[in-house]
Structures are given as C-alpha cells and as structure tokens.
C-alpha cells in the first residue's frame, strides 16, 4: 500500500525541518520531537524555534544539528570560536550557551540522570540541592592538555561531532594560553606529515611540551616529558602523556571536595580505588597520620607515577591491579573507614559497589565524570540501602557538556 503523497515517512538523512526545542539530554543536545519522532538536536537551547538540519538516523531517535534559529532563547550567546559551528569542530558543545546557563543545563542532565537511571524522585533530587559549581579562570584559556588529531594533509585540527574527519584549526580557544601560542596549528604552523595525532601539554608547575604520535607511539618534539604538577599542596612528576586533570584549577577543587565530604579523622583506614597517580591518597594519608591508605590503580604508567610521588609516605601502600579483581581476590580487605572511588567514563559497576559495601566504610566520596554511570551506581548503593547525602557539581569542562560530580555515601541507619 502506497502512503498518500503529503504524508510524512519520517525523517531522511540531511533533511531540513522547522522543529520547536525542548528540554536538554545528555551529550550536549536537546529534545524535539517530530510526529512523534525523537530527535535530539546540537546547537540549541530549550524552548527555541530552530530549523535543524538531520545528520544520522537510528531506530527510534534521530540526530541533527540546529543550523537556522527562528526564536531564539535568552540564554543563547554568539560562540567565541568561529569552529564551534553545525558540521564543524565537535570538542565544544555549549560554546553558544551563556556561562551561568551551562551550569543550569549541566544540573539538569544531572538531575534527569538521577531521575532516570538512578531511581530517585524529583522530591529525592530537590533535597540533595544539585547545582553546579564554576570553578576559577572563566570559560576559556583552560585546557591544559589538547591531543589534536592530524589530517591527509599533515594538518594538525579537531575532530567533527560523532566523526573522524579533522577540522583543521589555527587556534583552540579554550586551550591553554601557553599552548596557543605553540606553532602546531595551520596555517603558519609545522606540518605533521609522519604523525596521526599531536599532543600539547601545559603543566601546573610551568612545563610545556608537545608530542607527536604515529601508530600510538610517542616521538617527542619540544619540551620535557616528564612535567611538574602542584596540587593539594604536592609536587608531582609523571609522564606528559600520563593522566592529570586538563583543568588547572580541578586538582585541588576536587580534593577539597573529598575531604570536605568524608572528614577524615587521625587513625582512620582508607582505599583510594582507581588511584592514578595517587592525589586522593596523599591527601588522605596527611589526614589520618599514621592510619593506612591503600591505592589501586591498574594503568601502569599510573602505578608508577604513584610509587614515585608517594614514596615519602611509607603508610601508603600502593597495588597494582584492577578495582574488581583486587576486592574479589582479597588483594584489599577490610575493615575500612573511608573509601574514595574515582572510576572511568563507565563508572565503578555494580560488582565493585556491592564489595566496597561489603567491607563496610564509614563514608564513600564518590568522584565521578559521567552522570549516567554515576546514576546507574547511586542505583546499586540505594538498593544495598546506602544513602547518597551530598552532592556537588564542578565544571571542570567549560564551554563542553562534560560535568563532575563528587557524592557522598552513607551506609544504611542501624535498625532500619
């Protein structure tokens, strides 16, 4: 049977349609609907008119880009970034949101997360308070660590939304000062013929380097390899390609919050799960004296980084394996007092939560950088009866749809 000829058959790829907005989703888009049809929709703002322009289609959802505004929202600001457009550089999601707006929409995935995945009701939510805190610098100049990808033409850029076609790029706004002044982007700028990705560094402590990558190995350029951190009152030597917050100021924001949070007392036991290169457990360990700290970190270059950043603090101990695989195979045990759980993008699982709750800690901060993984772990913790008490939203990520957040966990009430 033929549809009739005005009828819609629903979206194609690189159509344009006249769509109205409505509530943020996680990354970095906006709800619509068209005939029913869910389209979520970068470069726009709840409640705006826009006409957005179809770039994939998937069973049940579509994506598409905001490429003409008809009502626009007051909240939207013209992006700094002449690359932070429809079908061009994908590394910033909000750059057309206005500052304090990006924090209520970081809160609202937030919340929605909770909602959603988490198993909390809007009441739940209301009474944790979230917000989103800025954190010191403004929205650009921040990034203190850039790997640009390198295209056909050895020409270093980033990469577009969802894709591996490079952008080539003069300048980065939110990069740090010192690395948009390297002479890595066109035009004007090296060439990268033998190199798939370029690496650029800007350490706390003052060091600049930049790498080059062909096939994932490292051939250095300019600057140290090794480079100097100060966070939570420390020095710290690693590895330039080794983990550290990309914001300067997200160190010692983050442990503030930890400690704030779990309150640790002299005589105190503590874990630091997925423990990289060992800030959570130095700051730990200057809190409960001679109680101790047990790190787990399976990345070798962060195992290492940790045994020689922690080596002045004999009561550290550090292990080298994965989270699960240490609690299951009793490489850590307890009794514990406090543990500080700090997992990747996926988030800790629900293996991992069931054992920390197993051993029975006073506290667990939970530090985490993807709210659906957070949310889906608060789930886990909830049913074992634990309690999430606080919360608190950092924008370690300015102008992006990334948001930390940092949770405490309380284990359930004696008698209930």
């Not at 970034?81 to 500052?99: E, T």
């Not at 198993?119 to 650009?140: H, I, K």
């Not at 969802?162 to 066109?186: F, G, M, T, W």
């Not at 700090?342 to 988030?347: A, L, M, T």
Request: glycine fraction near 10%; aromatic fraction near 6%.
């Amino acid at each position: 049977m033929t549809a009739p000829a005005d009828a819609r058959r629903g979206l194609e790829e690189a159509e344009r349609v006249e769509l109205t907005v409505d509530a943020v989703a996680p990354g970095g888009h906006c709800v619509a609907r068209v005939d029913g049809q869910v389209v979520f929709v970068r470069h726009a703002l709840p409640s705006e008119r826009v006409v957005a322009e179809v770039t994939e289609l998937h069973r049940g959802f579509a994506r598409a880009d905001a490429v003409e505004i008809l009502t626009a929202s007051p909240d939207r600001v013209e992006p700094p970034c002449p690359y932070a457009r429809p079908g061009r550089c994908g590394g910033c999601d909000l750059q057309h949101v206005a500052p304090e707006a990006q924090l209520r929409w970081k809160a609202a995935v937030v919340r929605e997360q909770l909602t959603r995945l988490g198993g909390f009701t809007d009441a739940q939510v209301d009474a944790l308070g979230v917000r989103v805190e800025a954190l010191p610098g403004g929205s650009l100049g921040w990034r203190s660590r850039v790997r640009y990808a390198v295209d056909g033409a050895g020409r270093a850029g980033l990469l577009k939304h969802r894709s591996h076609e490079v952008v080539p790029v003069d300048r980065c706004l939110i990069a740090h000062p010192a690395l948009q002044e390297l002479p890595v982007l066109a035009p004007g700028g090296a060439r990268w013929p033998d190199a798939d990705a370029v690496e650029t560094v800007a350490s706390s402590g003052g060091d600049v380097s930049v790498t080059a990558y062909a096939d994932g190995v490292p051939a250095p350029v300019s600057g140290p390899q090794r480079v100097r951190e100060v966070a939570a009152g420390r020095d710290w030597t690693l590895p330039a390609s080794g983990f550290w917050q990309v914001h300067p100021a997200a160190a010692d924001t983050l442990v503030g919050a930890v400690l704030d949070l779990l309150d640790p007392r002299p005589g105190e036991t503590a874990w630091d799960l997925y423990g990289g290169a060992g800030l959570f457990a130095a700051a730990l360990a200057g809190r409960v004296g001679d109680a101790r700290v047990t790190l787990v970190e399976s990345a070798p270059e962060g195992v290492a980084a940790a045994r020689e950043n922690l080596s002045d603090l004999p009561r550290v101990e550090v292990v080298a394996a994965r989270v699960e695989a240490a609690l299951a195979r009793r490489r850590v045990t307890g009794p514990v007092d406090l543990v500080v759980l700090d997992p990747p993008r996926s988030g800790a699982g629900a293996a991992v939560v069931r054992q920390i709750a197993a051993a029975g800690p006073r506290a667990v901060a939970y530090v985490a950088c993807d709210p659906a993984a957070f949310a889906r772990d608060v789930h886990t913790f909830t049913g074992l009866g634990w309690r999430l008490t606080a919360l608190r939203g950092f924008d370690l990520f300015p102008m992006t749809q990334h948001v930390e957040l940092v949770g405490l966990f309380l284990p359930p009430v004696a008698g209930c």
